[in-house]
């Protein structure tokens, strides 16, 4: 999940005032000893926040840290003891961990891509294969009986603490937790985009969670079985729609990690659907690559068009995630994964385009060979039987 990138703010409130002095006395610790000391009492204080709902308080600390060029690491450190306490759960039993575990799927498809409850013979699989391929001998587990879409997880620190608290608690007993879907927000609808399986995980404090904690594991093997046995039990979730799973891991980095396979995947998801859509080749594809900034170089986007064409077709966002910036690797990155798909028409724009997008429908305007922001207009009818939004 990306942590956001956020510009100063104005004056800092005392919670604010006292979550930097604590992350910057962390971030300057020369020993464990010390380490210990700081880090209880910043975890104290982050709890105290997190309990309190006082999401103003964690976001303007990080928005100060995040714009002094000297805490970098004390940024890190806070960003982390957050994320960390906020899918550990609010428990006041010591004597076990509690963890907010996600299972997140890419996916394409023509059509609707599912946000959807999850019948309990799934739920019972999931559970099966979870238990065997992922998480440790011993786990107690509690599954969440809906496929989330981004738009229906957990907004914000806060919310995702308390949500980690309900599934905790289900989990003391192994049982899962029942999803009312009425105030669930719509889900946007994109040709490609991720779905998330939400679970919580309890087992006694220093115990290990996953299978790669256990010494005839790895993270390589946990994640070819998952998706041997996992991606079998997600598939009757996602009709109609080809798609791939994440390792499943605490709730932030798998979110993190999904984030970033989803640029990739959605490349290829494009491609396949304009050979199929358009019946043409990916050689008869190309791609127009260029940044778009607010303050900074937020994104690029990459317009689609027929060789010797100029209208856009499709168009595809790859978001700066982290530290990333333009001087990063990307650009070198986007051009592999367009190559691999088999597009070697590829033009790499200077121009720095503003963050655009359409007045009426919301869509991003991707770059043009002419080095316009234009909308990405499918053939009239193609474009009847897709989804709102293409990238």
Known sequence: ??????????????????????????????????DHFWDQRLADAVDGLLRAEDEDALTTALDHLSSATSSVHAYDE?????????????????????????????????????????????????????????????????????????????????????????LGKAAEADTDLHIKTDNLPETAQFLSDN????????????????????????????????????????APLLTGCAFEVVLPN????????????????????????????????AAGVRAVVAP???RQVEEFRIGFTLSGQNDVVHGVVWPLLGAEDESSETLGQIEATLQACGITDILILDNEFPMEYC????????????????????????AEQMPKHLH
């Open 1 to 34: 999940m990306k942590r956001n990138r956020l510009g100063r703010r104005g004056g800092l409130p005392r919670d604010a005032e006292q979550l930097l002095w604590l992350a910057n006395g962390l971030a300057d610790s020369s020993s464990r000893a010390e």
């Open 78 to 166: 806070l960003a982390d003891m957050i994320e960390s306490r906020a899918e550990g759960a609010l428990k006041s039993d010591n004597q076990h961990d509690v963890l907010l575990i996600a299972a997140p799927v890419m996916a394409w498809s023509r059509y609707r891509i599912p946000a959807t409850p999850i019948a309990a013979a799934v739920m019972a699989n999931l559970r099966v294969h979870l238990k065997a391929h992922v998480l440790a001998t011993g786990v107690k587990l509690a599954l969440a009986d809906f496929l989330f879409s981004p738009d229906q997880l957990p907004q914000g620190y806060c919310a995702t603490a308390d949500f980690a608290t309900h």
């Open 195 to 234: 779905r998330y399986l939400l679970g919580a995980v309890m087992v006694p404090k220093g115990a290990p969670i996953f299978r790669w904690q256990e010494e005839d594991c790895s993270r390589d093997l946990a994640l070819e079985q998952w998706r041997a046995q996992g991606g079998a039990c997600v």
């Open 250 to 281: 605490a709730y932030f980095a798998a979110s993190r990690e999904a984030d970033k396979a989803s640029r990739p995947y959605s490349i290829q998801a494009s491609v396949a659907f304009l050979s199929t859509t358009l019946d043409t080749p």
């Open 292 to 294: 778009f900034f607010e």
């Open 359 to 382: 007045d009426d429908c919301g869509a991003p305007m991707y770059p043009s060979p002419e080095g316009e922001a234009v909308h990405a207009e499918l053939p009239e009818e193609q």
